[in-house]
């Protein structure tokens, strides 16, 4: 069995362990629990990120491009969850989720102010009047109370446009991920921008002529499936603390495995 297919074989392995065992164990855990913000995010962003997982196995048949972009939302979604979870939690979550809504409604009022076609812009009232203006009111002053008194505080880079109020790389740091960070903005900046360094990835000149590679190759795909694997495992352990779910055991188990691979990895460049 060649690299790619234990990696892939790994992935899949942690995507059917969230399925058979994981899954019930929440299920069990949280029958007679009454769902708090703190939990429907949890939910959430495992959701997301075991379906982004399966989107991995997918494109690393020859499309490892497009995995490492989406490394990087499973990367984001970790440090988000493992943020809101590390101190100050019921007030974290409540300002990613109020946040959310700030967000859907600003965007939604910037697309109705710039359309000129009068059918169109009514379509986009009637979404707009279903929006509690009250709520959102009541959200931006919260978000401009806590600003002041970030300021006062004199907290340094203050980024009022994010539901943290702060940088994903601070995220990263706060939380312990910010190798992951480094590697991941690295990676997916090299491929998904137009840098001439990824030129030859997709071009090459011959001949006074340049020839275009558009079809699957083995470019990045080991890279983005390992990234994805390591930050999956990642997110199971910190909901398996998070929660109490007593996995301990298993998810030791995935660890050793995947420190097997790595060092296989390494001992193969």
Not at 99 to 105: E, M
Not at 198 to 203: G, H, K, N, R, T
């Amino acid at each position: 069995m060649n690299m790619f297919e234990s990696l892939k074989n790994y992935l899949l392995k942690l995507i059917n362990f969230y399925n058979d065992e994981l899954k019930y164990v929440l299920e069990v855990k949280y029958q007679s629990k009454e769902h708090v913000d703190i939990d429907k995010i949890v939910f959430l962003t495992l959701s997301k990120i075991t379906k982004s997982c399966r989107a991995i196995t997918i494109l690393s048949q020859g499309y490892g491009e497009d995995a490492a972009i989406i490394a990087r939302s499973i990367f984001e979604g970790l440090v988000t969850l493992a943020y809101i979870l590390k101190e100050d939690s019921t007030n974290r979550a409540i300002l990613f989720k109020e946040y959310d809504t700030l967000d859907y409604y600003n965007r939604l009022k910037g697309l109705y102010e710039g359309i000129s076609k009068p059918d169109i812009k009514k379509a986009y009232e009637k979404v707009l009047e279903k929006c509690d203006i009250k709520i959102i009111e009541k959200i931006k002053k919260s978000r401009e109370d806590i600003i002041k008194e970030l300021k006062i505080k004199k907290v340094k880079g203050i980024k009022e446009y994010n539901w943290s109020f702060s940088t994903m790389r601070h995220l990263a740091l706060e939380t312990g991920y910010l190798y992951y960070y480094k590697q991941i903005y690295w990676q997916v900046s090299k491929i998904s921008h137009s840098l001439y360094s990824s030129l030859e990835d997709f071009a090459e000149h011959k001949t006074n002529q340049m020839i275009y590679n558009d079809s699957p190759s083995d470019n990045w795909v080991n890279e983005s499936i390992f990234l994805s694997a390591d930050l999956y495992l990642q997110l199971l352990k910190l909901i398996n603390n998070y929660v109490d779910l007593n996995l301990n055991k298993r998810l030791e188990d995935f660890s050793k495995e995947f420190n097997n691979i790595a060092v296989q990895l390494n001992s193969s460049v």
